[in-house]
DNA sequence: TACCAGGTAAAAA
DNA sequence: TTTTTACATGGT
């Protein structure tokens, strides 16, 4: 089954796709296409997300199974960020020193989400303290145990597969003690139907704030974090984040890494998108350590 | 080898 | 109430 896709322009699939994978470590070259397995209705499906010639990103899905064509668009644009506009992001960024040269050079990227809260939530759990390649590697052991696989993917491994590892488990794959509770008991709330996090897409920024506080584990840093990449809420940042304080001192400050204080001061300027102008500073200084 | 890396809850003061 | 501590892995 193939699907259009649309999503708000200006939009750069490649772009956003090489930006995302500049993030994950080990890796060699771009990928042309976004290949992951989700589930859809109860069963994992493998999806292929590429971009036609016309610019327009064209998704795939693979033949197995007949997924529900409505269901399918709307979780692979959600994925891709279809629902941001950039156009007011630009207009604000347009003269300003550091971002109007980069918003330049990046236009058309967006960042791309999970295909889930739950896995949100865990990305940001596992990601705590150590670095991102510390918790990739975590993560990807976790998904290689718990995971559905489905035409040579994993999927992410669902909140039930979770609740019902043994802590144990958990922590042969590189978890503390501490996360492995957390995940444990998220998986547990989640998979029981006590916590829905789907649910948050529909709320205010405050109230899904106020529910990420209520989950042991996930504390301010967790909260802001999940509110811009998983949920896409465009003016959230997370100011306790060593690799936003870097990197704003790098491109706002001078060069030192900036106080949680110092780097609200910085972002300021770009309210109501002071997490899509974090997330640009981000890109550009992995993309420019590329080459 | 050490030290730091996109924090958090619980203990101690 | 505020400050300190333990924590797991991977890269440099």
Redesign the pocket.
């Known amino acids: 089954m193939i699907v259009t896709l649309n999503s708000k322009p200006p939009f750069d699939f490649f772009l956003s796709l090489k930006a995302a994978s500049s993030?994950e470590?080990?890796r060699i070259g771009a990928a042309e296409e976004l290949r992951r397995a989700i589930r859809l209705g109860g069963a994992a499906l493998a999806i292929e997300i590429s971009q036609a010639r016309t610019g327009r990103p064209v998704l795939r899905a693979s033949t197995v199974g007949s997924p529900n064509r409505a269901r399918l668009r709307a979780a692979a644009e959600w994925m891709i960020s279809s629902d941001l506009d950039l156009k007011p992001f630009y207009r604000m960024a347009v003269h300003h020193r550091v971002l109007g040269p980069i918003t330049k050079d990046l236009r058309g990227l967006k960042p791309l989400r999970p295909a889930t809260l739950f896995e949100m939530a865990i990305i940001a759990i596992t990601?705590?303290?150590?670095?991102?390649?510390?918790a990739h590697?975590?993560r990807s052991r976790l998904i290689g145990r718990f995971g559905e696989r489905v035409d040579g993917l994993c999927a992410f491994p669902t909140p039930g597969a979770l609740a019902l590892a043994s802590k144990t488990q958990l922590l042969a794959c590189?978890?503390?003690?501490?996360k492995a509770e957390y995940i444990g008991d998220l998986s547990r709330k989640v998979a029981s139907g006590r916590v829905d996090m789907e649910n948050m897409k529909t709320m205010s920024t405050d109230t899904a704030r106020a529910l990420i506080l209520q989950q042991?584990?996930?504390?301010?840093?967790?909260a802001d974090?999940i509110l811009v990449?998983g949920l896409g809420r465009p003016d959230c940042v997370?100011v306790?984040?060593?690799?936003?304080q870097?990197v704003a001192g790098k491109y706002l400050g001078r060069g030192r890494r900036l106080s949680p204080q110092a780097l609200r001061r910085s972002l300021a300027p770009f309210a109501p998108f002071r997490g899509i102008a974090a997330f640009y500073l981000?890109a550009h200084d992995r993309l420019s350590r590329e080459l």
């Open positions: 993030f470590p080990g990601e705590q303290q150590i670095s991102l390649a510390a590697h975590i590189g978890l503390s003690h501490r042991r584990g996930l504390g301010g840093w967790s974090y990449r997370p306790d984040d060593l690799g936003v870097s981000l």
